[in-house]
């Protein structure tokens, strides 16, 4: 007999606050909790976020709250996001979770609200923060601007995530969504647009126009936000032919651990053969957010890989 939802959340919500217990078993026991999405759920996840000493954990409960799509999250993502003795890494996941979470706020006052705090944290001390901030509020007046059709034209069924940025409703060639995140003038919200398209598209030319984007940023510190958004669209893609942009990031150790980190899960996604070697020479990383990043993406290996480990 299957345990009922009541005792699934339970039993995940103690596996996943217990410190004891191995990080990819958390890692799992989180999961779960998202799958069931119950407020409930937003209770277990806050206790992971506020009080563990993982970033890598922290972050990643700040990630599903912004994907359940539940309005009780909003109160506990607005005080990590507002507290800056959190570590970057999980307030930028909180401010862009409430980007994702201010359509499910029927009370205008609860909207403004969520809009001043993100406009506060416009002048962080964290460009990572910041950034994410911006973004949120881009996303957030865009959703006020645009219509029916065409919210309709920039949704994408094949991938099923509350992105921080829609895709271009209109048509644009490789070469142009390129030329976008290359520019220097277009902003930061078009770029993440650029590459929502670029994803969507899911061929082998928008992969390699992702990853040269990816090499293009490497030693610019003012995007290392992009450069993690675009790890984070490798591990949606799972495509052999972003292993060696990955490998160059996550090798580099001047990137920041918010990229470092995002590639190392992408490569796990994928899982071939060539992946794992490489993942298991990061399992002693001096980043801790890189050696757990490992950990996890080896343990991904074993129950999501994309590609089955070829011969």
Request: overall charge negative.
């Amino acid at each position: 007999m299957c345990p009922s939802i009541d005792n699934q959340l339970e039993m995940a919500g103690k596996i996943l606050v217990n410190r004891m217990e191995p990080l990819k078993k958390r890692f799992r026991a989180l999961f779960t909790l998202k799958n069931l999405a119950t407020p409930e759920t937003i209770k277990w996840i806050n206790q992971a976020m506020i009080e563990d000493d993982s970033i890598l954990l922290q972050h990643e409960c700040g990630y599903c709250l912004g994907q359940m799509g539940l309005k009780e999250a909003v109160p506990f993502l607005i005080g990590v996001l507002e507290d800056d003795q959190q570590n970057e890494i999980t307030r930028h996941e909180c401010g862009e979770a409430l980007g994702n979470l201010i359509v499910t706020l029927s009370e205008p006052e609860e909207k403004r609200k969520v809009i001043k705090v993100l406009f506060k944290q416009l002048d962080d001390n964290s460009i990572i923060v910041s950034q994410t901030c911006q973004l949120s509020l881009d996303k957030i007046y865009w959703l006020e601007s645009v219509d029916e059709r065409e919210l309709k034209s920039v949704q994408c069924d094949r991938f099923s995530t509350h992105d921080p940025a829609p895709q271009f409703a209109e048509t644009k060639t490789i070469n142009e969504l390129e030329n976008i995140l290359k520019d220097s003038n277009t902003s930061l919200h078009d770029k993440y647009r650029a590459l929502f398209s670029l994803r969507n598209m899911a061929t082998t030319g928008s992969v390699h126009a992702l990853g040269k984007t990816l090499i293009h940023y490497k030693d610019d510190r003012t995007m290392d936000l992009l450069l993690h958004e675009i790890g984070y669209i490798f591990g949606q893609l799972c495509d052999i032919e972003s292993i060696p942009y990955l490998k160059e990031i996550i090798s580099d150790k001047d990137c920041h651990e918010i990229a470092r980190h995002e590639c190392t899960e992408a490569l796990g996604s994928i899982g071939t053969k060539e992946a794992i070697t490489f993942l298991e020479t990061f399992l002693n990383d001096e980043k801790t957010v890189v050696r757990q990043s490992a950990e996890v993406a080896l343990d991904m290996t074993d129950y999501f890989s994309c590609d089955q480990l070829d011969d």
